[in-house]
């Protein structure tokens, strides 16, 4: 059964960071491509970031690049997202997403096949 489980939310002032984890189980971790998105209230989810099997390539949305980095650990079975310079717009469920094995990196939700139940970030101004 996988699992993946997030941490690292939680509230910040505008400028600020916050580091995000993901820990997966259930899956041979380096097999898979893993995402973050967030869920703004009244919005649809949106992609944040994508990292590949290796690591080697990483990629994200306008809105957040340069501010924000993923990264992983497959030793340890995680996945990261260093965010920096937080804005009030970045208020969020943030969501940790795996594809099917050997699946490839992607910004849509639907190339993901697992989710994690979230981890709520909030920004003030």
């Known amino acids: 059964q996988v699992q993946l489980v997030e941490s690292g939310g939680g509230l910040v002032q505008a400028g600020g960071s916050l580091r995000l984890s993901c820990a997966a189980s259930g899956l041979t971790f380096g097999r898979n491509a893993m995402g973050w998105f967030r869920q703004a209230p009244g919005k649809e989810r949106e992609f944040v970031a994508t990292?590949?099997?290796?690591?080697?390539?990483?990629y994200y949305a306008d809105s957040v690049k340069g501010r924000f980095t993923i990264s992983r650990d497959n030793a340890k079975n995680t996945v990261y997202l260093q965010m920096n310079s937080l804005k009030p717009e970045d208020t969020a469920v943030y969501y940790c997403a795996a594809t099917r094995t050997y699946g490839s990196s992607s910004r849509s939700q639907h190339e993901y096949s697992y989710w994690g139940q979230g981890t709520q970030v909030t920004v003030s101004s």
């Open positions: 990292i590949t099997m290796s690591g080697l390539s990483t």
